[in-house]
């Protein structure tokens, strides 16, 4: 299978990367700044060029799945957290992708319930996650509480609905999660929240919540 990652040089974007590589996937390693690739050949990715506010459809061509852990660092998050994501389905819909986990954020579904300085990005992420869901796209949509960058532990918890206060997680296992979710067909088609906890991975993505 060839994967597409989308933000491959982000913070949680060079884990999916490194962990897909070190499999059996074959990678493509997605940025939009020329300098970034040799940080991508080194992960063990083929480094793909292309802004998500661009036409990327060269970025897609041939890939079997998306993996979309692009962000805008609040810079601009309907021109690339919103619209940018719905670019990127576009592509992979016309150029033949048939798989799409997204990369989104707790309380996507209820941006009141999170500090107001996230409320904006959560109202551009949850209209990303909404027009995936109305594609033609075998998606999974992943919602992560904040994030940390402490050594991933490999357990987590998934739910429908879970606390933000005690939803921490170390991006290493939020990646590890939207790998495991690529082939975990119980993952498909289902949002859900994620967290640290008690259960591994490749046993959490086998029993996701119900919508």
């Given amino acids: 299978m060839y994967v597409l990652v989308a933000g491959s040089h982000g913070q949680v974007g060079q884990h999916v990367t490194r962990i897909l590589a070190e499999s059996d996937y074959d990678v493509g390693g997605m940025v939009r700044d020329e300098s970034q690739t040799e940080d991508i050949d080194a992960l063990g990715a083929e480094p793909v060029v292309a802004d998500l506010t661009e036409d990327v459809a060269h970025a897609v061509e041939g890939a079997d799945a998306v993996v979309f852990a692009a962000g805008s660092g609040g810079e601009d998050v309907w021109g690339v957290d919103r619209d940018g994501a719905k670019n990127l389905v576009d592509a992979a819909e016309d150029e033949g992708a048939t798989r799409f986990v997204m990369l989104s954020s707790i309380n996507a579904d209820r941006?009141?319930?999170?500090?107001?300085?996230?409320?904006e990005y959560l109202r551009a992420k949850a209209e990303a996650d909404d027009y995936l869901r109305e594609s033609d796209l075998t998606y999974t949509?992943?919602?992560?509480?904040?994030?940390?960058?402490?050594?991933?532990?490999?357990?987590?918890?998934?739910?429908?609905?879970?606390?933000?206060?005690?939803?921490?997680?170390?991006?290493?296992d939020v990646a590890r999660t939207l790998v495991a979710a690529l082939t975990a067909e119980p993952t498909h088609g289902k949002t859900f929240e994620l967290g640290s906890g008690d259960t591994p991975i490749e046993k959490a993505v086998q029993s996701p919540p119900d919508e």
């Fill in 111 to 119: 941006p009141e319930s999170s500090p107001e300085a996230l409320r």
């Fill in 141 to 172: 949509v992943v919602r992560p509480g904040p994030l940390t960058n402490e050594e991933g532990t490999g357990r987590v918890e998934i739910g429908a609905e879970i606390d933000r206060d005690s939803a921490e997680i170390p991006r290493e």
